[in-house]
């Protein structure tokens, strides 16, 4: 439990309780052993895991549940935040810069404006994007100041953090180039202004951050910004 100090509106001041509420979307990578420390990590950090029913089970080593569109997730956060505001949001997924990955192609968590930088990407009906993550917050789902923290590789990448694409690889290779387009944790912020955000910069192992970046506001902060209550 959290206590923070807000003026009554009569001149005066006075604490009032404001209970956390830890929620965590694990990604659905197929691979048991990527699955279990997604798991894990959001375990360990004492978050709630919520997932829509899609489990990999193995016997002796455990049932590890995920969400593996951003519709569903949407669906899941704001079932969570109805009654009470979603204090911290731990995505211990995959990920790219221009978005969160659940192991879903054209299912994901993506910005809003992919169009922008590779016309040919296509919203597939079960993804979701920065916006909708934004309706929440303007809904009261998402508490004023929200930490809001991208697990996934690149979430959080400058242009000059993520590597030369194959052109193949058509979206990554146009984000690549395209160095006016803003990565998926800057956007959150932008667009959920009093949020805090931390997101990796860099490729890491599951579960763990290299080189983190915290925005709030769309712009760069320093850690301890991001930790001061």
Same mark, same amino acid.
């Given at each position: 439990?959290?206590?923070?100090?807000?003026?009554?509106?009569?001149?005066?001041?006075?604490?009032?309780?404001?209970?956390?509420?830890?929620?965590?979307?694990?990604?659905?990578?197929?691979?048991?052993?990527?699955?279990?420390?997604? +798991?894990?990590?959001?375990?360990?950090?004492?978050?709630?895991?919520? /997932?829509?029913?899609? +489990?990999?089970?193995?016997?002796?080593?455990?049932?590890?549940?995920?969400?593996?569109?951003?519709?569903?997730?949407? /669906?899941?956060?704001?079932?969570?935040?109805?009654?009470?505001?979603?204090?911290?949001? +731990?995505?211990?997924?995959?990920?790219?810069?221009?978005?969160?990955?659940?192991?879903?192609?054209?299912?994901?968590?993506?910005?809003?404006?992919?169009?922008?930088?590779?016309?040919?990407?296509?919203?597939?009906?079960?993804?979701?994007?920065?916006?909708?993550?934004?309706?929440?917050?303007?809904?009261?789902?998402?508490?004023?100041?929200?930490?809001?923290?991208?697990?996934?590789?690149?979430?959080?990448?400058?242009?000059?953090?993520?590597?030369?694409?194959?052109?193949?690889?058509?979206?990554?290779?146009?984000?690549?180039?395209?160095?006016?387009?803003?990565?998926?944790?800057?956007?959150?912020?932008?667009?959920?202004?009093?949020?805090?955000?931390?997101?990796?910069?860099?490729?890491?192992? /599951?579960?763990?951050?290299?080189?983190?970046?915290?925005?709030?506001?769309?712009?760069?902060?320093?850690?301890?910004?991001? +930790?001061?209550?």
């Amino acid at each position: 439990m959290m206590w923070f100090t807000i003026n009554s509106g009569i001149g005066k001041e006075t604490s009032v309780e404001i209970k956390e509420n830890k929620v965590a979307i694990i990604g659905a990578d197929p691979n048991w052993g990527v699955r279990k420390t997604f +798991y894990e990590v959001a375990q360990e950090g004492g978050y709630r895991i919520v /997932s829509n029913g899609l +489990y990999i089970r193995f016997p002796g080593i455990g049932s590890y549940g995920a969400v593996n569109t951003g519709k569903e997730v949407i /669906s899941l956060l704001k079932k969570e935040g109805t009654e009470r505001s979603i204090t911290e949001l +731990y995505f211990s997924t995959h990920g790219v810069p221009y978005a969160i990955d659940l192991y879903n192609s054209g299912n994901n968590i993506y910005l809003d404006n992919m169009t922008d930088f590779c016309e040919s990407f296509v919203y597939e009906n079960d993804s979701a994007t920065v916006s909708d993550l934004a309706e929440l917050y303007n809904k009261g789902i998402f508490s004023y100041d929200i930490k809001i923290i991208l697990g996934g590789c690149y979430n959080g990448a400058r242009h000059s953090d993520y590597p030369m694409p194959d052109k193949n690889n058509e979206v990554n290779y146009r984000w690549k180039i395209n160095t006016h387009i803003e990565n998926i944790a800057q956007q959150i912020s932008r667009k959920l202004p009093n949020a805090k955000i931390k997101a990796n910069r860099i490729q890491v192992s /599951s579960g763990n951050f290299n080189k983190p970046i915290y925005y709030k506001g769309g712009i760069e902060i320093d850690a301890s910004s991001f +930790y001061r209550i």
